[in-house]
C-alpha cells in the first residue's frame, strides 16, 4: 500500500510547544491569560498590516474564541439577531456558517454563486433583498458572504449592495486568513468577520477560532458574551444570556507559534496550487479552480479545486475520486449547497445554477503545506491514467 495523502494536515513549527510550556510553567491553564492576549495582537497585526489600509483598519481588535462556529454566532448576537430575523447567507458554503442563524431562532436566506469566485453572486444578493422585502415587508437583518477555499469574494460589490440598504456584513473568513482582495486582507471587510484554527485550516489552535471586530466597544462586548455575561458584581449577575466561548491559553499557545509558520504555509499552498495548474494543463474536461485575472484576488488556496466536466472528460469527478482513494489518496466533493441541505429545506433559496453544478462535478484536492512534489506527482498521475 502506498502511504496516505491526506487532503489537508496541519503542520507545526516546533515553537507552539515553548508558548504551552510557558502557559504550563506560569500556572496559565485557563480560558484566558498572556497566550490568548498575544494571540490576538499578532492576528490583528497581521489583518491590519497592509500600509496605507493600516489606518482604515486600524481600530480593528479580534476576540480569541473556542471555534470558528462560535465567532460566527457571537457575531449575530452582536448584531442583533433575533427569533423571527432573516439573515443572508452564501449557499455554497459548509454548514458552520448557516447553523449560528438556527441558534438565534432566525431564518437563513441563501443565495447562490458566481462562476469566477464560486462565492456570493452579487447580482443575485440585490435579487434576494428585494424579494424578501417585498414578500414579508422587511429586509435582511445580516448578510454572511463566505470566502470559500481562501478565495476571496468580490467584496467592493457585496459590500456596496449591504452598504446601499443598511444591512451589516459577517464575513465568514474561516479559510481566508492570508487571502486579500485589493490588497485587503480578507477578514476586515464586514463590520465582523470570523476566522478557524480547526485542525485543517490553514493555522490551526488544535480547534478554535476569533471574531473580528469593528472596534475596541464591541469587542469588549464579544468577551462579555463569550466568558457566561457576568455584569460587573462582586457575586454572579447576569442580564443577558451567556456563552461559554473562549479560546483555552493553551490554544492559544499553539496560535502563536502557528502564526510564525502562517506565510509560509500560504506561500507553499499556492506553490501546491500553481504546481497542480501546469501538471493538469492539457487534461481535456479538467479544469483547476483559479482566481480571475487581474490582480485584485490573491487566494490563499487554502484547498486546490478541480472541476471535471464528464462530458469532455470521458470520466465524472466521482471516477476521480474513487480512483484516488484506490491509491491511498483523501480527496472531497466541494461542499454541498445549503439550499439542498434536508435540514434548511424549508429556507429561501435564490438560485441561478452555479453551486448545484459545481457540487456534481467539484473535487478538492490535496493541499496541505507538508506534502512534497512528489505527492502533487502522485495525485496528477492517478487522474491522467483516467484519460487513457
Ligand atoms: C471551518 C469553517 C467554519 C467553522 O469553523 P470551526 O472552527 O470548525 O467551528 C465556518 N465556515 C467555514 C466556511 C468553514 O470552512
Known amino acids: ?29 485557563v480560558p484566558l491569560g498572556p497566550n490568548v492576549n498575544a494571540f490576538e495582537e499578532v492576528l490583528r497585526d497581521f489583518l491590519i498590516e497592509n500600509g496605507e489600509l493600516k489606518i482604515k483598519n486600524e481600530d480593528k481588535r479580534v476576540v480569541a474564541l473556542s471555534a470558528g462556529t462560535a465567532a460566527l454566532h457571537l457575531g449575530l448576537i452582536l448584531l442583533g439577531i433575533e427569533e423571527g430575523d432573516e439573515v443572508i447567507c452564501q449557499s455554497f458554503t459548509f454548514s ?11 431564518t437563513p436566506v441563501f443565495v447562490d454563486s458566481e462562476q469566477d469566485t464560486w462565492n456570493m453572486d452579487p447580482g443575485l444578493l440585490v435579487e434576494a433583498i428585494k424579494d ?3 414578500k ?20 467592493d460589490e457585496i459590500m456596496e449592495v449591504a452598504n446601499r440598504y443598511g444591512i451589516p456584513v459577517l464575513e465568514d473568513s474561516a479559510e481566508a486568513l492570508g487571502s486579500e482582495y485589493k490588497g485587503r486582507k480578507c477578514g476586515t471587510f464586514g463590520e465582523f468577520a470570523a476566522l478557524s484554527f480547526n485542525g485543517n485550516k ?8 476569533a471574531l473580528v471586530c469593528p472596534c ?3 469587542a469588549k462586548r464579544a468577551l462579555f458574551y463569550a466568558t457566561q455575561a457576568r455584569e460587573q458584581a ?7 444570556i451567556g456563552y461559554n466561548y473562549r479560546m483555552s491559553n493553551i490554544c492559544a499557545g499553539i496560535g502563536r507559534g502557528q502564526m510564525f509558520v502562517l506565510e509560509d504555509h500560504v506561500a507553499r499552498r499556492r506553490e501546491i496550487h500553481d504546481l497542480y495548474v501546469r501538471l493538469l494543463d492539457g487534461v481535456k474536461g479538467v479544469k483547476v479552480m483559479c482566481q480571475p485575472e487581474g490582480g485584485d484576488f490573491n487566494s490563499n488556496y487554502w484547498l486546490t479545486c478541480i472541476t471535471v466536466e464528464p462530458e469532455v472528460a470521458g470520466f465524472t469527478r466521482e471516477d476521480v475520486r474513487l480512483a484516488l482513494d484506490a491509491d491511498n489518496i483523501e480527496s472531497r466533493p466541494l461542499w454541498k449547497p445549503m439550499h439542498l441541505q434536508p435540514v434548511f429545506k424549508n ?13 456534481e462535478v467539484g473535487l478538492c484536492l490535496p493541499s496541505g503545506p507538508t506534502l512534497v512534489n512528489e505527492d502533487i506527482e502522485r495525485v496528477v498521475q492517478v487522474v491522467k491514467e483516467l484519460v487513457r
Open 202 to 209: 490553514m493555522i490551526t489552535t488544535s480547534g478554535g477560532g
Open 132 to 134: 424578501r422585502l417585498e
Open 1 to 29: 500500500m502506498k502511504p496516505r495523502i491526506w487532503l489537508s494536515l496541519a503542520h507545526m513549527c516546533g515553537r507552539e510547544q515553548e508558548f504551552i510550556q510557558e502557559a504550563f510553567d506560569t500556572n496559565w491553564v
Open 234 to 240: 462582586p457575586h454572579y449577575q447576569h442580564e443577558k
Open 136 to 155: 414579508i415587508g422587511r429586509l435582511p437583518k445580516a448578510i454572511i458572504p463566505v470566502h470559500l477555499y481562501g478565495m476571496p469574494g468580490r467584496m
Open 347 to 359: 429556507a429561501p433559496f435564490y438560485g441561478n445554477g452555479t453551486s448545484e453544478r459545481l457540487f
Open 216 to 218: 475596541e466597544e464591541r
Open 96 to 106: 458552520a456558517s448557516a447553523n449560528p442563524i438556527a441558534y438565534q431562532g432566525a
